[in-house]
């Protein structure tokens, strides 16, 4: 019993993955500052839909970041080490600009308040450069499910605070109040870096500025089947994106949920949710394989849009938001882990910053430019028929995920990662 013990303490509570719990708490916290918790207070502040829509587009930063990515890969900071010394930087940068957007309000300054979170998503998104290109390199291979799931569990949670606790927050001292105490918890961020493991791989950086921007993306043209790799990292999670995009809106102004109920049931809920999800997602990525564990959870991730369109038909009605939250935290915390698990494997060690960042960027594609279109669709569709074609989105995805299989092993039998 008792070395059972210790081998679950190994297993789970090893400085690895508190490191890149922590880190992924850094990461999500941001996020939420951008999407989530922006939208209610332009919604509070009774700016249009159509506007609040178009916010979704200052995720960009988080599409375009693999162009900036090989100068993570190529330069060196002179302190903290190759990754560290970038993720330090950011976090620096992260607080100041979160604390000068608590100081704006968007019925006065809306476009200089979004201008601050454009910035805020720039630095949030190279951060999230490094940490990616760090967690794959001190992860080992038979971590990375864990891994996966201490990474999302960290970043779920900084999204529940940041875009629910802030709410209950806002709800009670206002917007500027509460960016201001998020911009505090932000700067705790900088122990966990001072103090996370070093890395061990400045020696594996490119020799010149033109080899970090090319070769990483010949290695990838080379070993594996972009094409199909592209178009399946792009629809993977876009019937989440468009579900998620408006959930906020919805919420509030659809349903007429307090900011209070939306703080404590979908963000409070769907912290336990995520948590189970991401958890069991990545305890059992080792034991159903990659590719039936990315088809199992993203089937699922589909199917929980539905339960929101159950919301729109009944409408107003408290224990089915929080059984609706429940399950697309639970079951997106799962894909998500799988997902991550998936990026890492395509990555090589020397390019890992550029690499991940490309294709992570990829997946961001969805998320950052369905705001607009999710808007229009609500205003044509109703919610109802909307969160419908929200599961419709979300099958493709899985298509091409079964079309993949074979063409990884066509492409490159040698080396299979399914």
């Known amino acids: 019993m008792l070395a059972q013990v210790q081998h679950f303490h190994r297993t789970y509570f090893n400085r690895r993955l508190i490191t890149i719990f922590l880190l992924g708490f850094a990461s999500g916290l941001p996020l939420a500052l951008t999407g989530s918790a922006l939208q209610a207070w332009y919604t509070v502040d009774k700016v249009d839909l159509i506007t609040i829509g178009f916010l979704g587009l200052l995720g960009q930063p988080y599409v375009y970041k693999f162009l900036w990515s090989p100068l993570l890969d190529r330069f060196v900071l002179p302190f903290l080490g190759r990754r560290r010394g970038w993720v330090f930087l950011m976090q620096l940068l992260l607080v100041a600009f979160i604390a000068i957007m608590s100081c704006f309000t968007p019925a006065q300054h809306p476009w200089t308040l979004a201008i601050f979170a454009a910035c805020v998503a720039l630095f949030s ?57 998020m911009a505090g918890l932000m700067s705790l961020s900088l122990v966990v870096t001072l103090l996370s493991p070093k890395e061990d791989n400045d020696k594996l950086a490119p020799v010149s500025l033109t080899s970090a921007i090319i070769e990483p993306f010949k290695d990838l043209w080379q070993r594996l089947p972009m094409v199909w790799i592209a178009l399946f990292i792009v629809l993977y999670k876009l019937g989440d994106a468009f579900a998620l995009t408006l959930t906020t809106p919805f919420l509030i102004r659809g349903l007429h949920f307090s900011l209070t109920d939306i703080g404590i049931v979908m963000k409070g809920v769907g912290l336990l949710a995520t948590l189970i999800g991401v958890f069991l997602g990545g305890g059992l990525i080792n034991k159903l394989g990659l590719y039936k564990a990315l088809m199992f959870f993203g089937l699922l991730q589909a199917l929980s849009n539905l339960c929101f369109m159950l919301l729109a038909i009944i409408g107003h009605q408290f224990y089915l938001m929080t059984g609706a939250v429940f399950l697309e935290q639970f079951c997106g915390g799962m894909g998500t882990a799988a997902f991550l698990a998936f990026l890492m494997t395509l990555c090589n060690h020397r390019f890992t910053a550029t690499q991940f960042a490309l294709l992570s960027a990829l997946s961001a594609v969805g998320r950052v430019f369905v705001g607009p279109f999710a808007g229009i669709l609500v205003s044509h569709m109703g919610w109802t028929l909307f969160y419908f074609s929200t599961f419709i989105f979300a099958l493709p995805g899985l298509v091409v995920l079964f079309l993949i299989r074979y063409a990884l092993r066509f492409k490159s039998p040698q080396n299979v990662i399914f």
Not at 129 to 151: C, H, M
Not at 165 to 176: E, K, M
């Open 125 to 181: 998104s190279t951060q999230d450069v490094a940490l990616d290109a760090y967690r794959t390199d001190i992860l080992p291979a038979e971590e990375r499910g864990l891994g996966s799931a201490s990474w999302v569990g960290g970043y779920r949670i900084a999204m529940l605070v940041s875009g629910g606790l802030s709410f209950i927050i806002a709800d009670q001292l206002g917007w500027s109040i509460t960016y201001l105490l």
